[in-house]
Structures are given as C-alpha cells and as structure tokens.
C-alpha cells in the first residue's frame, strides 16, 4: 500500500499543481490501466473498468486513481483539484465552486487562517 500512497500522492500534486505530468505517468506506469467495455453481463449499460473484477484493491485502486487524474489533468472532464492553503494542512480537495476559486479543503482550514490572519492584524 505504501508504493501506491507515495504515487498518488505525488500524482495528485502534480494535477492540483498544474505541474509536469511525470508523477502521473509514474503512477500510470506501476497500475496500468486495463480498459475494457462491461455491462456486467448483460445486467447494466455499457461503461468503462479500468481493472478487471477480483484484482487485488491496491491494484485496482491504483489502475482507476491512475486513469482519472490522467482524465483529469488533461481536462476531460473539467475537473479542478486543489490544494489547501492553510498553513500545516496537506489535503487535496475537489473544487465545485462556481468560479474555481475554493482556496480551502473545509470550514475548519478557512477559519483557522481567516481568525490568524485577524489576530495577526490586531497585534
């Protein structure tokens, strides 16, 4: 699990970044995607997999993560990913603001830094 956790995270970064796409493609080269067309014999609609069924859920977690943040950093679908910009927070986040302009991963992020940075007016 760990060798799929540095990967995606590095991967993730480089997408929420705007950065090179090299983590990605690392990330695409250890869990290469295989793509096949199922309708869960003949119970569904067509649609994509990107792992088999029964794989092992580092493999397939890795294929399907590997795969989207491809999709996403080239643009399809109009994805934004993004990066909290609290100070000692690490987390990524998905933004669905209108405008794409979330700078936080939650409420609690955004108050701590709007509450420091009134503090640090006051002083």
């Not at 995606?8 to 080269?29: E, F, I, Q, T, W």
């Not at 309708?39 to 294929?63: C, F, K, N």
Request: aromatic residues 6%.
């Amino acid at each position: 699990m760990a060798p799929l956790l540095r990967h995606l995270r590095a991967a993730v970064a480089a997408v929420a970044d705007g950065a090179p796409s090299d983590p990605v493609n690392r990330l695409l080269a250890a869990y290469p995607p295989r793509l096949h067309v199922s309708t869960h014999e003949g119970a569904g609609l067509a649609h994509l997999h990107y792992a088999r069924d029964g794989e092992p859920g580092v493999s397939w977690l890795g294929r399907s993560c590997g795969a989207a943040l491809a999709h996403i950093g080239c643009g399809v679908p109009e994805v934004t990913i993004g990066r909290c910009q609290a100070a000692g927070c690490a987390r990524f986040f998905v933004d669905q603001s209108r405008n794409r302009s979330r700078r936080f991963c939650g409420n609690k992020c955004a108050s701590r830094t709007t509450v420091a940075a009134y503090r640090a007016r006051s002083r």
